[in-house]
């Protein structure tokens, strides 16, 4: 139990166009999911926490308008990047967990690769 | 803010051989989690083993174990009889408030 997947594995996308991702939780309802973002030989960057039915929230140097999150129900988020530029080029990954708070373990997506030419 | 620091880019080990990796932290909690991640090439993060900070007893997971020194906020991972899938890079992670990663360190299998 316990999987999350995330749609699309890989995406290429021109300078200037948006891109949606998606993150869903299959067997099980997520209260809060995170979106982070991993350069190549890094480490994870916490990007934002969503909440399912409420605002999420942005860690600090993310742009809210550029990073859209919308938790919509207890088994899907999506991040959409918006009017995207080379830079945003990254790998991000999505995890869930079952319960409030972030003491519990979290279950993470297979990520998406996201090219912008 | 709660910090993770793995003083250790790379390691390697020998196929069979035993290796462990560091990790430290600093928090001002007093309830909180500790987490060991590995993200093979495929970038999938699986979880390895978990500490709960309030239990004293070492956590271990067949060839995984760790070694928790709440005082010395220290957390390191043992991997014993090493195979060739455990290379992957490694992650250590605290829970608190908010899941925070290291920097992690790249384990390398001699065959």
């Known amino acids: 139990g316990a999987v999350v997947s995330q749609h699309p594995s890989r995406v290429i996308c021109k300078s200037g166009t948006s891109v949606k991702i998606e993150c869903r939780s299959l067997?099980?309802?997520?209260?809060?999911m995170f979106w982070y973002r991993q350069f190549p030989k890094q480490s994870l960057m916490l990007m934002a926490t969503s909440n399912e039915g409420s605002k999420a929230t942005y860690e600090q140097g993310v742009e809210k308008d550029k990073f859209l999150i919308n938790h919509a129900s207890l088994t899907l988020s999506t991040l959409t990047v918006t009017s995207a530029h080379p830079e945003d080029s990254s790998f991000y990954i999505c995890s869930a967990i079952r319960g409030p708070g972030g003491t519990y373990e979290q279950y993470f997506g297979p990520g998406t690769r996201l090219t912008v030419t | 803010a709660q910090t993770v620091t793995q003083s250790q880019p790379e390691m390697s080990v020998q196929e069979a051989e035993t290796v462990t990796l560091s990790c430290t932290y600093d928090t001002s909690e007093s309830d909180y989690y500790l987490f060991w991640y590995k993200q093979p090439p495929s970038r999938q993060m699986i979880l390895v083993i978990r500490?709960?900070?309030?239990?004293?007893q070492n956590a271990t997971e067949n060839r995984f174990s760790v070694n928790f020194q709440k005082a010395a906020k220290s957390f390191s991972l043992k991997i014993s009889d090493s195979q060739l899938g455990d290379a992957a890079m490694y992650f250590c992670?605290?829970?608190?408030?908010?899941?925070?990663f290291g920097e992690g360190t790249q384990l390398t299998v001699n065959p």
């Open positions: 500490q709960e900070a309030y239990k004293q």
């Open positions: 992670a605290y829970s608190g408030s908010r899941l925070t």
């Open positions: 067997d099980f309802q997520a209260t809060t």
